[in-house]
Structure formats: C-alpha cells, structure tokens
C-alpha cells in the first residue's frame, strides 16, 4: 500500500465521522443545505460536446467575492461546499477558497476533468485541505464528443493514487452521446484497480431529462453494478433512483433543490441546479431562511426523470428525516414480492435504538439511553 493510501485511509476514517455529523445535523433539521454546488469559474480547458455548462471567455470570480460567498453559504447552516464548472482547477486562488470552506468546519469537495493535476498540484490540494474529488471519465479513447478519456488521464489517475490524501470517485457515464457502452466499464474496472470508489452516471440531455438506457448500454450497466459493490449509501440510491432511471421509468420523489440542495453560479446567483439555471435566481447575499423553506416544498416539474444524482441522494436524507421506515423499505427492498426486506446488520442495529417500534409500544429505556448517547458523540443533541 502506497504511503499516500495509509494517509487517505487514515482521514478517512475523519472525515466519515465529519460526514456522520453532517448527515446527523441533516437529518435532525431541514432548515439549512445540505450540499452547494458553487462555480468559482465558468471557462473550461475542454469542449465536451453534450455540456452546456462553460465557455471560453470568462475570467474566474474574484477572490475576495468567492471568499464572501463561502461565508454566505457558512452563515446559511450549508454541510458540504463543492466547485465545479467550468472547470475549477483553472481558478489561481481555488486553494485559498478550500482553505476558508474548512476554516467554517463544512466539507470541501472538487469536480475535475483532471487535466490541470500534477503531482505537485494534488501534494497543494492536500495541504489546503480538499476532502473529496471526482472526475468523470467519459470514454476510453478520446472523441470529437468528448476528451475526458481514459487514455489520457490515466497518468493523472496513478498520480492520484500515488499522492492524494482526499477520497477520488471515478464516474463512468452511459446514455446519450456515449458511443461506446463497454468503455463505461473499462473505467470502472481500471478505477477499482486504484484503489478509488467509483459511480456510473446515466447522461442527461440539455434540459437535465433522461433518454433510457438500451440493449449494450443496459447489460454494462448491470455488469458495472455487479462489480463495484457500493456501500450502503449508494446501494441505497441504486435502489431507489438509478435502476428505474437505467430502465427509462420515472421516479416518484421530491426534488428538495433550492433548499437543502444550492447552485451558486458565477455571478453569485441562487439556481435549482446546473440545468435548471434561472429558477429561482436570487443573490446568495439575499437568500433566506423564507426561500429555504418556500423551495423545500416547491414541486419541480422536472423531477421525474431527473438525472441530477447530487440533487436525489440529499433527497434521500429527507426521506429519512420525514419517513424512516418507508425509506428503508425502499432503499433495502425484499428479493422477491411478499418477502420482508433484508437490511443489513449495521442498519437493522441503527433502525433498533433510533425508530419506536412498529407495534406502537414505548421504545426500551436501554435503546433510547444509547440513541442519546449516539447522538451526543456525533454532536447533534
Ligand atoms: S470538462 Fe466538464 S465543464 Fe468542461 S466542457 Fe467537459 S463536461 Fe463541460
Ligand atoms: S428535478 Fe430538481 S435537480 Fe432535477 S433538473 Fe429539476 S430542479 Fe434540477
């Protein structure tokens, strides 16, 4: 095992237990983000040709107006703050900003396309702190749709491996656009390999809505899933989202976007998220506790064959918050029809000293004692 590899283990073990008071703070309250996305800089060293996400031309936001930001975000209660893009690795002062995201005690995350990492880039991610980055890789040999390729990032990839302290999720894409499906699990498998976890987005059109997965595309997806093992939280959002999205079905949810969920675009303004921009586009400095609460329960016409994977997994928080048992039902459902859910032990022991019983009776005082006990350790009571 790389040194590089014992120092990430290491924090890992940190920042779930950061993560775990995250989660915790999320489930107790609904009243303050879970997670913004915040560009620091529209320009992109790429040109993918589904995005509709850069141009060419804009300088990065400056760094006293990026630093604001953050202690807007800090101030509104927000758990996690991620760049993206454009493409934030061209913004000179992005370390800086990590520096202040971490300073408010809010995890600090990054979405790449990897092409500005050196070793001595990924050592300088590390000193300021970054926790978390992704990089989504689109095919195996790079195309006149997309230079976000194995081949040529797969040097990036071992740097990562060989030097990063933070986490690294690789993505894999399928669906509209990709040419071919077998790359989605080339990547996946080289990923592994690495050491890093990995998801498999399903691409969304212009207007962030699904075209269902086919033939090919349907049974590397079933291979891809078969490989990866996720750990409980994306097994769970497999279950609930993607397998009806990889079959082209819609799910029924509550798209929490413009609450728990923020975009913060270049010029500071509040969207529901990165295809939705223009709703309901208010200045960060003016958003409110009203807003919060007004766009938690707003139905967005959008959402049933929404494709935004951030935006469903801080849904699932609230689901949990509002319907505990209905959600573990649904992220853990039975093998077969007529049989209860399997849920694994860890849950089953969670489910035990946090849920009253089912039979309507008085939770035992030893559960109850240890849920409070629980709580106290992850700071939330
Ligand atoms: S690298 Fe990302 S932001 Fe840049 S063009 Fe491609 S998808 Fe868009
Ligand atoms: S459902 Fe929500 S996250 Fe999805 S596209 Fe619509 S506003 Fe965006």
Known sequence: MTLARSVRNLRSLDRRFRQARMLGRAIKSSHHPILAHIIPIRRCNLSCAYCNEYDKVSSPVPIAEMLRR???????????????????????????????????????????????????????????????????????????????SLKVLDKKLQWLAEHAWFDVNINSVLGAGVRNPADALTITRRALELGFDTTVGIIHDHSGQLRPLEGEERSVYQQIQSERKPAFWAFAYDNLFHKNLALGQSNEWQCRAGSRYLYICEDGLVHYCSQQRGYP?????????????????????????????????????????????????????????????????????????????????????????????????????
Request: aromatic letters at 6%; one cysteine or more; charged letters at 20%.
């Open 70 to 148: 953050v202690d807007l975000l800090a101030a509104l209660g927000t758990g996690i703050i991620t760049f993206s893009g454009g493409e934030p690795l061209l913004h000179p002062e992005l370390d800086e900003i990590i520096r202040r995201i971490r300073s408010h005690g809010i995890i600090a995350t990054l979405i790449t396309n990897g092409y500005l990492l050196t070793p001595e880039r990924i050592q300088q991610l590390n000193r300021a702190g970054l926790e978390h980055l992704q990089i989504s890789i689109d095919n195996v040999q790079p195309d006149d749709v997309s230079k976000k």
């Open 281 to 381: 586009a208010i200045p960060l400095e003016k958003y409110t506790s009203e807003d919060l609460e007004r766009e938690y329960w707003t139905r967005k016409p959008c959402a049933p064959y929404c494709t935004i994977s951030c935006v469903h997994r801080v849904a699932m928080i609230d689901l949990v918050r509002e319907k505990p048992r209905q959600a573990l039902a649904r992220f853990f459902p039975p093998g077969q029809a007529g049989t209860p859910a399997k849920l694994p032990l860890g849950i089953r022991f969670l489910s035990s000293i946090f849920l009253t019983p089912e039979n309507g009776r008085p939770q035992n005082p030893a559960a109850k004692a240890m849920a409070g006990a629980v709580m106290r350790v992850l700071g939330i009571k």
